[in-house]
């Protein structure tokens, strides 16, 4: 009969009378002594208070019932889904919200919503996996910044393919320890993409030589990755680059002359689909022919596994006399290898090109050296 009585006296009252009520109500509803009052006709009376004209007591209602484990789910639901303020108060704070409910209203909300869910005390995996795949560049910079928020490597990998270009989501991403190796590379892409797509660079030193620069800088930055990686990384780094169709001839050369040779047998084992143990066999004793065999198997022509077979050699005298010479060494070895060989596919001129960029750094490095001692 009170609630009956109250839903009488809310025809007539003001809006600053009826937030004051529902308020109460809800209090009422959720605390311990709630068993007192006819649970249902309470329920049935906030439900009636949804459709209130007034902003007032609908936000009440949901701050009395944001924190309570014992709010009804569909007034929860309903409060989430209402204007923004209002929204607010029960996304960021509501216990009742379970993974499914936060899901679909990511998936049909707006980017205000979205923005509230990522900003929870608590984002779960599968949650933050719908906020990274539909969710825009503001949503996904406060997921982010979160740090309770969890994120899958799968989920970083998805943000950086999707919003990568971002500069601001970018230097997010490369703030972070966890982010795996295929992230990264996408990364790299789309700093190179940026810079090739830079107009007053195209004006300076031309189109062409700029996207070579841009290569270059990519391939670069990618097989300096390739020597801080564990195995698995390695894996997902290789794997990124063969779909992408950047696992080419020359970043595997680039990557043997620096030394990089987990990163060229992870790389040899996706392109042959051979086990790990019969390529890293192959390569560490197998004959001139075998592995001339080996790198044609993974769609190399024959000029290029010949080079390639060439420069495994190199690699192997060199680990077996102990010695650890820089890129530039091995290069150089391979250039003059090369000038005795029939080379139609470019790699002479990439190696040669490689040869002289790691002579001029390796210069550069010495003068540093030179100046530092003679201070």
Not at 56 to 80: D, H, Y
Not at 140 to 147: D, F, K, T
Not at 325 to 344: F, N
Request: hydrophobic share 50%; aromatic share 4%; glycine share 4%.
């Amino acid at each position: 009969m009170i609630i009956q009585a109250f839903l009488r006296w809310v025809e007539t009252a003001k809006a600053t009378d009826r937030a004051r009520a529902a308020s109460a109500l809800a209090r009422a509803y959720c605390s311990k002594d709630g068993d007192r009052i006819d649970r249902h006709a309470a329920d049935m009376a906030m439900t009636f208070l949804l459709d209130d004209p007034s902003p007032k007591v609908r936000q009440a209602l949901a701050e009395a019932l944001a924190a309570a484990p014992e709010a009804p789910r569909p007034i929860i639901l309903s409060l989430a889904e209402d204007q923004p303020e209002i929204a607010f108060t029960v996304v960021t704070r509501s216990t009742v919200l379970a993974d499914d409910d936060l899901i679909d209203l990511a998936a049909r909300g707006t980017a205000e919503l979205r923005a509230f869910i990522a900003s929870r005390s608590h984002v779960s995996r599968p949650v933050s996996a719908a906020i990274s795949e539909v969710g825009g560049v503001p949503e996904v910079m406060i997921l982010l910044e979160n740090a309770a928020a969890d994120l899958s490597r799968r989920t970083l990998k998805r943000i950086a393919d999707r919003l990568g270009d971002v500069c601001s989501i970018r230097n997010l991403l490369l703030e972070r320890q966890d982010l795996p190796a295929d992230a990264r590379q996408v990364l790299v892409e789309h700093v190179g993409a940026a810079l090739k797509g830079a107009t007053f660079l195209q004006a300076v030193i031309g189109v062409d030589r700029l996207q070579r620069v841009a290569r270059t800088a990519c391939e670069t930055a990618t097989i300096d990755m390739a020597g801080l990686l564990e195995d698995a990384d390695i894996q997902g780094l290789v794997e990124e680059l063969r779909v992408t169709g950047r696992l080419t001839p020359a970043l595997l050369v680039n990557a043997l002359c620096h030394g990089r040779v987990d990163f060229f047998a992870t790389a040899i084992v996706a392109l042959t689909e051979l086990s790990e143990k019969r390529v890293r066999s192959i390569l560490s004793d197998g004959r001139p022919q075998v592995l001339q065999a080996l790198f044609e198997n993974g769609g190399l022509d024959r000029e290029v596994s010949a080079l390639f077979a060439e420069a495994i050699l190199i690699w192997r005298r060199e680990r077996r006399q102990g010695s650890h010479i820089p890129a530039a060494s091995i290069a150089s070895v391979l250039v003059r290898r090369l000038r005795t060989m029939t080379d139609s596919s470019g790699l002479s001129e990439c190696v040669e090109k490689l040869a002289i960029a790691e002579q001029r750094r390796f210069a550069r490095d010495f003068a540093i050296d030179a100046a530092r001692q003679a201070a």
